[in-house]
């Protein structure tokens, strides 16, 4: 069985980097929500995430609209709630009681969306070019086609880029359509995440070993390092209140910032 050390991870990208790119790299967009492999042989499913943890119990309509797809395969790809957010999808990810489950079935409605096979009937694919291993995964399309399972849609990576953008997405995943499947992170996988940028006014902050970790009055909190944190603190300390600015991957339905970082004073930044 395949387990969590097989999966293949990503480096990191920028957007200025995409020119350098020398071969044939095509993208996916990137979605927000549990990597997980499916594992399926004869009569028996599993379900694991990047922890190894078995996640059937959690995920039993997923479970369900598997037994309904022939053969026997290994794919990887991202669980997301139909609102493509992850902090809806985390009122799902830890629950223990059926009860519980079953409700959430409901209330919060996922997808499987893969974005590629390691073993189709009998073969093992990993050593197999990315574009054949797309080609056995289009198969699926007719198989899934009623069901809550997707098949990723590789492209143009400006295209996807773009598409990324304008549906105010986490970023897109770029591949090389010649690579092998890894089972370790490697540079034939690139990911690339949009951040966006905010203006918040921290108000409080509290000392660690790395600088200092700063709060807003919306519950925002953001690590400032190294020497940039002599600074902000000294203006804290001075007036009780700093303008900054960070850069954030996506919001929380109630207005939260997810993967806040911090970029700068906000009168540095608009010199």
């Known amino acids: 069985m395949i387990t969590k050390k097989d999966l293949m991870l990503c480096e990191k990208m920028t957007e200025e980097e995409i020119p350098n790119l020398v071969g044939d790299y095509q993208a996916n967009i990137k979605y927000d929500g549990e990597r997980l492999a499916v594992i399926k042989h004869g009569e028996d499913i599993f379900l694991l995430n990047r922890s190894g943890r078995e996640k059937s119990f959690i995920y039993p309509e997923l479970y369900e609209e598997f037994k309904k797809v022939k053969g026997n395969f290994v794919l990887d790809g991202e669980v997301v709630t139909t609102d493509y957010l992850f902090n809806t999808l985390q009122h799902r990810v830890n629950l223990g009681k059926r009860e519980k489950i079953n409700e959430a ?4 409605p996922i997808r499987y ?25 289009n198969g699926f399309k007719n198989e899934t086609k009623d069901l809550i399972i997707d098949i990723a849609e590789y492209g143009d990576i400006k295209e996807m880029l773009d598409r990324a953008k304008a549906d105010d997405g986490e ?4 591949k090389n359509m010649n690579g092998f499947y890894e089972g370790r992170r490697s540079k034939n996988w690139l990911k690339l995440k949009l951040f966006k940028q905010a203006d918040i006014t ?12 700063c709060e807003d009055n919306e519950g925002n909190a953001v690590q400032i390092s190294g020497n940039q944190h002599y600074e902000v603190k000294d203006i804290l300390d001075k007036i009780g209140y700093a303008d900054i600015v960070c850069q954030y991957l996506e919001k929380t339905k109630n207005g939260r910032l997810r993967f806040i970082s ?10």
């Open 105 to 108: 079935i409901t209330k919060y």
């Open 113 to 137: 969306v893969a974005f590629d096979i390691l073993f189709f009937a009998n073969e093992d694919l990993r050593m197999k070019p990315l574009k054949q291993r797309v080609e056995f995964l």
């Open 171 to 174: 970023g897109i995943l770029v």
């Open 262 to 271: 911090y970029v700068g004073l906000k009168w540095m930044n608009m010199k």
């Open 202 to 213: 921290i108000s409080s902050y509290a000392l660690n070993n790395a600088g200092i970790r």
